[in-house]
């Protein structure tokens, strides 16, 4: 048998030009190959599926299936992870429809999520992108302003969806937006206003065309728009809208609206049934509507979903069980240095305790647990030891010196 060239039968490399070269029986093949060859395979078996997923009804993950699987990485909030859930699942349907068997056309259910910060919206949203086969982006409403004022103009959302899907327009046309913190362009009262509000007012007029459908030329490097430009027509008919945001005073609004309705002899009955603590349960469109969304968007958003405040139980939960908890995440880097690192049960409690205290939410445990083992981190990779214990002891004497109002910032 002739012994087989050390160079890849492909594309001609030899063995030191590649990280990887596969030897089989009569050829060889370079790592280089092997990813264009799967790249090929991909974009085929999307040519070939008449909706462009590479994918059938049958392959499609379930409602129970995603939800699942966000469970392993967020803590609770299981109203929004199954509204998050269905979202995803009739989005595919709708990708996966065949026009040609009847006239009925379903529409896209956009998303809006209300939750104090902390609760966990953006990782919902990170989560579920995870799981895709259609792209998907995150893109910030704070910098959105209306056309022609320093900022972003609204198409910029859509070029970032086109940068994640490689400037193909048609699987663009099929992603998911995330639009987080769509709390920030409310406008400043319930009243429209009198003058020019273009980070605000303004950019929720320019969103309705993009939420309900429409086709948007977008120019293709972001920036401003100019004559010469060449644009990329972009239809958001398919396109998922997903929006989030804290929505901070909002319940009050609630409570002024729920008070108004208490009217009569049964005042003192109904007023027992509502839940002080947890009054976003109760949102409606018309508490959006109070807070300064304005009526056009809040109807292009039509499934309202709320996240609930975290309590001490869920703290204690997301600082240890999820896949990525921020102690495995530690684990994990101590180990890459031949380090094994435990922690006493009691330190848990008493960072979960702190966190609660002084109301820092989930980013604040990560804070916490930053502050406490900074030191550590810097010592232990030149030490030369291999087991690393942390006491009670030794975080409370680091939290002894933290600066609270440093890590509430955080």
């Known amino acids: 048998m002739a012994k087989i060239s050390e160079k890849c039968s492909f594309c001609g490399r030899s063995k030191k030009e590649v990280d990887l070269l596969i030897t089989g029986l009569d050829a060889n093949i370079c790592n280089f190959c092997v990813e264009q060859a799967c790249e090929i395979t991909r974009e085929s078996a999307k040519k070939s599926s008449p909706n462009g997923l590479g994918m059938n009804k049958k392959d499609l993950p379930k409602p129970v299936e995603i939800k699942k699987f966000l469970d392993q990485y967020v803590i609770g909030q299981d109203n929004a992870k199954k509204t998050l859930s269905v979202a995803v699942y009739n989005h595919y349907k709708r990708l996966l429809q065949n026009m040609d068997d009847d006239d009925v056309e379903i529409e896209k259910s956009n998303i809006i999520m209300v939750g104090s ?60 937006v995330f639009i987080d913190e769509i709390d920030k362009i409310a406008r400043k009262s319930d009243n429209p206003s009198i003058t020019r509000d273009v980070s605000g007012e303004g950019v929720q007029q320019g969103l309705l065309k993009l ?32 929006c989030g945001g804290a929505f901070d005073g909002i319940e009050r609004k609630i409570a002024n609206r729920l008070n108004t309705r208490v009217v009569g002899y049964a005042a003192a009955k109904i007023k027992d049934k509502v839940d002080a603590d947890n009054l976003l349960q109760y949102i409606s469109p018309q508490d959006l509507k109070s807070f300064g969304l304005i009526p056009e968007i809040i109807g292009r958003l039509p499934m309202l979903c709320y996240l609930n405040e975290l309590d001490r139980d869920a703290l204690r939960q997301i600082l240890t069980e999820p896949k990525n908890s921020i102690i495995k995440q530690y684990v994990k880097l101590f180990a890459m240095d031949h380090i094994n690192l435990t922690f006493e049960e009691a330190v848990f409690e008493f960072i979960v ?58």
Do not use: C
């Open 117 to 176: 910060t902390g609760t966990g919206k953006t990782l919902l949203a990170k989560t579920i992108a995870r799981l895709l086969h259609v792209p998907f982006t995150i893109v910030d409403a704070t910098v959105l302003t209306e056309a022609g004022y320093v900022g972003e103009d609204i198409e910029s959302i859509l070029t970032r969806l086109l940068q994640v899907s490689e400037y193909d327009v048609k699987a663009a046309e099929r992603g998911i």
């Open 353 to 410: 305790d702190k966190a609660v205290e002084f109301k820092l939410g989930a980013r604040g445990l990560r804070s916490i647990v930053e502050t406490v083992m900074i030191d550590i981190m810097f010592e232990m990779p030149s030490s030369g030891e291999k087991e690393l214990h942390i006491t009670l002891e030794y975080v409370k004497n680091k939290f002894q010196n933290m600066n609270i109002e440093k890590l509430k910032a955080a």
């Open 211 to 242: 939420l309900e459908g429409s086709v948007i030329n977008v120019p293709p490097q972001g920036g401003r728009k100019h004559p010469d430009q060449k644009m990329i027509p972009v239809d958001t008919k398919n396109i998922l809208f997903i």
